[in-house]
Structures are given as C-alpha cells and as structure tokens.
C-alpha cells in the first residue's frame, strides 16, 4: 500500500529550496512553482512529492 503524500510547511520549504520567501511566492505567481495546499483557515502547505518533483527538474 502507497503511503500517504506529506502535507509539509513552508520553513521546510524554505530550508530544501534555498530560496527565499518572497521568491517562492514570486514563483507561485508565476506559475512555476508548485502551489499551496490549505490544511486549515489560517495554514497552507505544499505535497511533498511535488516539492520533490520540483526540485529535481526547476522550470
């Protein structure tokens, strides 16, 4: 059975980019980056693998 995609936080994001904050949401903007998910009212994350997917292969 395939395990569940992680849910992860955008300092986890920030820490496996290396980017910038205002870059990320630059690039959200854009269109090339992959896009949040909300987990609640006032949180937002990213899909692990499209995070992965994003770091192997940067448009």
Wanted: aromatic content about 6%; some cysteine.
């Amino acid at each position: 059975m395939r395990e569940p995609d992680r849910i992860i936080r955008l300092k986890t994001v920030l820490a496996r980019t290396g980017l910038s904050r205002s870059t990320i949401y630059c690039k959200i903007a854009e269109g090339t980056f992959p896009h949040q998910v909300r987990i609640s009212v006032n949180g937002a994350g990213w899909h692990e693998s499209e995070l992965d997917r994003w770091i192997a292969n940067p448009v």
